[in-house]
C-alpha cells in the first residue's frame, strides 16, 4: 500500500482577521437573508424528521455512556467508548509535539479524503490530532479502514462514532481542551440526495449543529475551521466565483444543505462568541480521494475496458468543466485556516466579545474541461477510453467551476501549485499500486485487470 505524502504545509500568520462575511450587492438586508435561511434550515430538519419516521430518535442531549443507552447505540452505529484504556488513547493522540503554539485538533470525519490527509499532516509537524469517524458505508468502508490504518501509524487515533452523538462529543471535549476542531465529516456528492436526502440533512446540518453546540459550550471554546462547498454558488453565472457573489440559489440538495450551513455558522458566531472559518472546496482530487467522484470511476472504468459517461452542457454551455483542486494544495489551505483562525470569545457558552466570521474559496483557479480530464487519464493509463457523451442531466450537477481565490491569497497565503497532469500522474501511480493493478495484465480489449 503506498503511503500519503502530502508536501509541508505552509505557516502563515495574520494579525488581521475577517470579523463577517463579505457583502453581498442585493437588495436583501441582512436580517432578511438571516431570517430565510434560518427558515431554510427549520425545513430542512423538518424533512429529515419526515422522511426517516422509522428510525429511532436518539436523545442527543444525553450525557451518559452509550453502552448504558442501547437506542442511543443503534440509532447512532456508535460503537463502545469511555474507560481508562480509550482515554489513554485519546490524550496520548492529542498530546503536542511541538511548541511554541502547537495547536490540539479534533478533525472530524478523520478517515475521510481531505480529513485523513490533513490529520496526518498536522500530525507530521506535531500538532496534537484526534480523528472523530462513523465509517459509514456511502462508498467502500475498507478504503476509510485503509486510511485509519496509515493514521495509526502516524500516531493519530481515529475515535469510530457519530457528530450526533452528544454524549461522545462532551465526553472528547472533557478529555481534551482542544484548541481547534476541524469540521470535514459530511455527506458528500450532488447526485446521492435523490436517493437518500435525508442522510443530507443529518450530517451537513443536524450534524453541524451538534459540532458547534459542543464547541459553544467548551471552556475553553476552540476556534472552528469547517468544509463549506463550492456547491453553494449554485445557479451563479459570475466567473470566477468570488466570496461576495450570491449563494441563494442552490441547484442541489447537497448545496442548499452546505448553505444552511454557513447561515448557522453567523448565528453561533453571533450568538456565542465562536470563531468560525468556512471552506468552500472546489472539486478536490488525487491520491487516497472518493470512489465516487469522476476522476476515480472513470480510471477504474477505462482499466476494465467499460465505457464511462462524459456529460456536456445544454445549450450554448457544451463544455462541463470542473476547477479541480489536487489535495495537498487544500491542505495546505486546511492548515493557514488553522494557523489564522482567531479565538472564540465565549466561555461555557457565554459571549465575551465579538469573534472572527471568515469564509474562503479553496480552488485552483484554472477550469479544465471534463473531457481534457479523460484524456489525461488514458495517456497515463496508456489505455483508450470508451466514450459515452449525454447531455448533462438535470440532477443538481452544474456545468461549470471556476474559484476567485484572491482573498485566500490574501489572508491565508493560499497558493495553489498542482496542475492537473501532475496531481493525476500522482493519483494514477498510487491507485495503481493500491489496488494492485498489474500492467502486464493487459487483455485484448486493451484494459487492464485488477485483483
Known amino acids: 500500500m503506498s503511503q500519503m505524502k502530502p508536501e509541508k504545509p505552509l505557516h502563515h500568520h495574520h494579525s488581521r482577521l475577517l470579523t463577517r462575511w463579505p457583502h453581498h450587492s442585493n437588495p436583501y438586508s441582512p436580517f432578511s437573508k438571516l431570517l430565510f435561511w434560518s427558515f431554510c434550515a427549520l425545513s430542512l430538519f423538518l424533512a429529515f424528521f419526515l ?101 495509526e501509524k502516524a500516531g493519530v487515533f481515529v475515535v469510530e462514532g457519530d457528530i450526533n452523538d452528544a454524549a461522545l462529543l462532551k465526553k472528547l471535549f472533557d478529555v481534551v481542551p482542544f484548541t481547534h476542531v476541524a469540521h470535514l465529516a459530511a455527506q458528500a456528492g450532488v447526485r446521492y440526495a435523490l436517493q437518500n436526502p435525508g442522510s443530507y440533512v443529518r450530517s451537513n446540518v443536524a450534524g453541524l449543529v451538534s459540532i458547534l453546540e459542543a464547541a459553544k459550550s467548551a471552556n475553553p471554546q476552540p476556534a472552528i475551521v469547517w468544509a463549506s462547498s463550492s456547491s453553494v454558488y449554485g445557479l451563479n453565472s459570475r466567473v470566477p466565483f468570488s466570496e461576495s457573489d450570491r449563494t441563494d440559489r442552490p441547484a442541489s440538495l447537497y448545496a442548499a444543505t452546505k448553505k444552511a450551513g454557513e447561515e448557522i455558522a453567523h448565528v453561533y458566531n453571533h450568538i456565542y462568541g ?15 480521494g472518493r470512489p465516487d467522484m469522476a476522476y476515480f470511476f472513470f480510471t477504474k472504468d477505462i482499466l476494465k475496458g467499460k465505457p464511462i459517461t462524459v456529460f456536456e452542457g445544454h445549450g450554448s454551455a457544451h463544455t462541463v468543466a470542473r476547477d479541480f483542486t489536487y489535495i495537498d494544495d487544500v491542505v495546505r489551505g486546511c492548515v493557514a485556516a488553522l ?9 461555557g457558552g457565554k459571549k465575551r466579545g465579538p469573534a472572527p466570521l471568515r469564509v474562503y474559496n479553496l480552488g485552483n483557479t484554472t477550469p479544465v474541461p471534463v473531457s481534457e480530464l479523460v484524456n489525461i487519464l488514458e495517456k497515463l493509463l496508456k489505455v483508450k477510453a470508451v466514450r459515452k457523451v449525454v447531455k448533462m442531466p438535470r440532477n443538481g450537477d452544474v456545468p461549470y467551476t471556476h474559484a476567485n481565490i484572491s482573498l485566500a491569497e490574501r489572508d491565508l497565503g493560499y497558493k495553489p501549485v498542482t496542475d492537473l497532469q501532475t496531481g493525476l500522474k500522482r493519483f494514477v501511480k498510487w491507485y495503481l499500486d493500491f489496488y494492485s493493478v498489474k500492467k502486464e495484465a493487459v487483455k485484448e480489449h486493451g484494459g487492464l485487470a485488477t485483483e
Do not use: M
Not at 494557523?339 to 466561555?347: E, I, L, V, Y
Open 274 to 288: 465562536l470563531s468560525i472559518t468556512g471552506l468552500r472546496f472546489f472539486t478536490v482530487y488525487g491520491p487516497w
Open 51 to 151: 422522511l426517516t419516521p422509522n428510525s429511532p430518535s436518539p436523545n442527543l442531549h444525553s450525557t451518559g455512556d452509550p453502552s448504558q443507552n442501547p437506542s442511543l447505540r443503534r440509532s447512532l452505529r456508535t460503537t463502545n467508548w469511555g474507560g481508562p484504556a480509550w482515554e489513554k488513547k485519546v490524550r496520548s493522540s492529542c498530546r503536542v509535539r511541538r511548541s511554541p503554539n502547537g495547536l490540539t485538533v479534533l478533525v472530524t470525519g478523520a478517515a475521510g479524503f481531505v480529513g485523513s490527509h490533513l490529520s496526518a499532516t498536522l500530525r507530521r509537524r506535531g500538532d496534537g490530532v484526534l480523528g472523530l469517524d462513523s465509517f459509514n458505508d456511502y462508498y467502500d468502508p475498507t478504503l476509510k479502514r485503509a486510511r485509519q490504518a496509515f493514521l
Open 339 to 347: 494557523d489564522t483562525a482567531g479565538k472564540s470569545t465565549g466561555s
